[in-house]
């Protein structure tokens, strides 16, 4: 039996890891969240092999030293860009101890480039389907150097993950995780959710949710994240699903709490608000970003320009669910003023927490085109265990360094008990609405550890936060444990500011230094929209006709990408209008593909995509697909505008072996 390590990435200082604290009594975790992607792998993985978890962040970072315990013949890791810096260490560890390491993961997906070269095998794009491809020709000592999903799989067909190797899971995560959907409706410009993941939002069988929420809860969980990228991306659907998990939650002696992530458009659906809060959300998470109207619609986020942003969160807030607001700064409309600015409108809508980021530009996104063509995109170390300190955008209507000291002095004035004393005060009066949760009676001894947690504090926090629970008591007593939990995220959130303010002043201090300069990021070919747009309707239904008729439906897929990849770098550029002389070009290179594909000389990748009987409507997503990954691999070439060869140096494709074994995952 073959056995495979699959490891979870630490992400660097206090990026999803608690520290442990006592700060009101409160235990603290090892982590914030069990890592549910390699979870989900592990239950993509047929039982003929052994696969074990290796959590970084609760059984600590793998170096030379690290004993296993066992053999492994394969170490998997994934993650997002953040891990990607680690996971390049994980896998130099590998080979020195002769094991292959693959890697896959948003991360991966955004920025394919760095990991070519490190890990043996790369994983683009969801793995639902790759996985299991892979793991046959593995066993067939075939495999490819490369594979990619480019259709986004239907989330029927992502299993619950599996959670054996998490016994102790209430003692090691604050959360359990759950996943609902992939995908968001919206196109925000800094955003890379529609990259990775798409427009159209997927969503799980709602069955299959309950039964991964009954695992957590007989894991001992008690507060479970929905971690998705836009939870109601698709109202009806989590209309439906927040009645189940209603129901759910009446059949536990204490009922789970949830939290997710979400758009302020929640504010306009009370339906919507009434279910979220009879399921027992005591928090959600939504993108504000800015208090200008300019910069939220210089960022494209229609669902917050033109509304009233202090009336949505505070309606959201009056049903009893508390908002935890996400913010940047760095907007081209952002000026030295934006930091007083944002300050004093978290104050006004009486947000507890929050997370302020500079503003980046990540791989993928029309934001990273935009300043590119203005050169204003640079190149960053990867000092990630300060992620929060690292943009790599030059501002437009401020320096670099009043953009590092606006945003330091935010983070102090925000970090003040008593400014969060006064927005809880105002919050708890404000609540409208008690949600329909089955009560339960307090937990002695959570209240004794509160009250021994009281006594540890200065005189000036403890008197703060004995003011909020009267008023919490007094208003809304429902909340004392929703306020209690915020106040110790507060707490740590301080403490680990304190490491985010020393990373900028010491940027502060190399980026006022005489003589320093910056270093220009290398540009990368982004696909315009418009490029996009005028292909689909015409010129991508013939190569698809094309290659259909001269190819199997398993080797179309990479049929189209290299035909459309050789054809972006070409033609892309300057591409305005299809003429006779493009459709001709088109011609010659699918007659190349399938001749290829025939022979059996396709690239080391391998794409996966349904072909079949598509409709219109799936023949234009399809091609948005296509350029997608078409964008990944140029996005990786030393020079994305000189010509390069559709058959990529790589393993040769051997004779097709059969099923090894015949048990499902």
């Avoid at 500011?497 to 010491?506: A, N, R, T, W, Y």
């Avoid at 290398?522 to 315009?528: A, E, N, V």
């Amino acid at each position: 039996m073959k056995r495979i390590l699959l490891v979870a990435p630490r992400r660097g200082y206090n990026f999803g890891k608690v520290q442990r604290s006592s700060d009101l009594g409160m235990r603290f975790p090892k982590a914030l969240m069990p890592p549910i992607d390699v979870a989900t792998i592990k239950a993509l993985t047929p039982r003929r092999f052994e696969v074990d978890i290796w959590d970084e962040s609760t059984r600590g970072p793998i170096n030379d030293e690290t004993d296993f315990g066992k053999t492994y013949d394969l170490i998997g890791v994934t993650g997002y860009m953040t891990h990607v810096p680690w996971a390049l260490g994980i896998a130099r560890i590998a080979h020195k101890r002769g094991i292959p390491a693959v890697i896959g993961g948003p991360g991966v997906s955004g920025a394919p480039e760095r990991c070519r070269g490190v890990f043996d095998v790369v994983f683009i794009g969801e793995a639902e389907l790759t996985w299991p491809e892979f793991l046959e020709d593995w066993e067939c000592g075939r495999h490819r150097a490369e594979y990619r999903q480019v259709q986004r799989p239907e989330l029927s067909q992502s299993p619950g993950p599996r959670w054996d190797d998490f016994p102790n899971m209430s003692d090691d995560y604050v959360w359990g995780a759950v996943q609902t959907t992939r995908g968001c409706p919206f196109d925000c410009e800094f955003c890379d959710v529609i990259h990775l993941f798409g427009r159209q939002p997927r969503h799980k069988p709602i069955d299959t949710l309950l039964q991964e929420i009954r695992d957590l809860q007989a894991l001992g969980m008690r507060m479970i994240f929905f971690c998705d990228d836009n939870f109601i991306g698709r109202p009806k659907y989590a209309k439906e699903l927040l009645r189940r998990v209603i129901e759910l939650n009446r059949t536990f002696d204490r009922p789970m709490a949830f939290t997710t992530q979400l758009t302020l458009n929640l504010a306009d659906d009370p339906e919507l608000l009434e279910l979220i809060a009879d399921a027992n959300f005591h928090w959600v998470l939504i993108g504000i970003e800015s208090p200008r109207e300019a910069s939220l619609r210089e960022a494209n986020k229609p669902q917050n320009y033109g509304t009233d942003l202090l009336a949505a969160i505070r309606t959201i807030q009056s049903y009893g669910i508390l908002v935890k607001g996400n913010m940047i700064v760095g907007f081209d409309h952002d000026d030295t003023d934006i930091f007083d600015e944002t300050y004093d409108f978290l104050c006004d809508a009486n947000i507890l927490n929050t997370t302020v980021s500079l503003l980046k530009a990540y791989p993928g996104t029309p934001l990273l085109a935009r300043l590119q063509r203005d050169g204003r995109v640079v190149e960053t170390d990867d000092d990630i265990d300060h992620t929060r300190a690292i943009t790599n955008i030059i501002p437009k209507q401020m320096t670099r360094v009043e953009l590092f000291e606006g945003y330091k002095g935010l983070i102090e004035r925000l970090d003040s008990w008593d400014r969060i004393r006064d927005c809880a005060k105002q919050l708890v009066q404000g609540i409208k609405r008690v949600p329909n949760v089955p009560s339960v009676p307090p937990d002695p001894a959570r209240a004794a550890a509160i009250q021994r947690g009281l006594q540890t504090l200065d005189d000036h926090t403890r008197t703060a936060v004995l003011d909020i629970v009267q008023t919490v008591l007094q208003h809304a007593p429902f909340m004392l444990e929703r306020i209690a939990s915020t106040l110790v995220r507060f707490a740590g959130s301080m403490r680990s500011h304190s490491v985010v303010i020393e990373s900028l002043e010491k940027r502060i201090e190399e980026e006022s230094s005489p003589g320093f300069e910056l270093t220009a990021a290398r540009t990368t070919l982004t696909i315009p929209t418009a490029f996009g747009n005028l292909i689909k309707w015409q010129a991508f239904p013939k190569t698809y006709e094309w290659l259909m008729r001269g190819l199997s439906d398993a080797t179309v897929p990479e049929g189209l990408l290299n035909v459309w990849k050789a054809f972006v770098i070409r033609w892309g550029p300057a591409l305005t209008q299809i003429e006779d002389y493009h459709l001709e070009h088109l011609r010659e290179l699918c007659d190349r593909a399938i001749e290829q594909g025939n022979a059996e000389r396709s690239p080391h990748s391998r794409a996966n995509a349904d072909v079949a009987d598509l409709s219109g409507v799936e023949l234009r997503r399809l091609a948005g697909e296509v350029l997608v990954a078409v964008e990944q691999d140029l996005r990786g070439a030393a020079d994305a505008t000189a010509p390069i060869s559709l058959t990529l140096k790589g393993m040769e494709l051997q004779e097709t072996c059969g099923k090894t074994g015949t048990e499902d995952a």
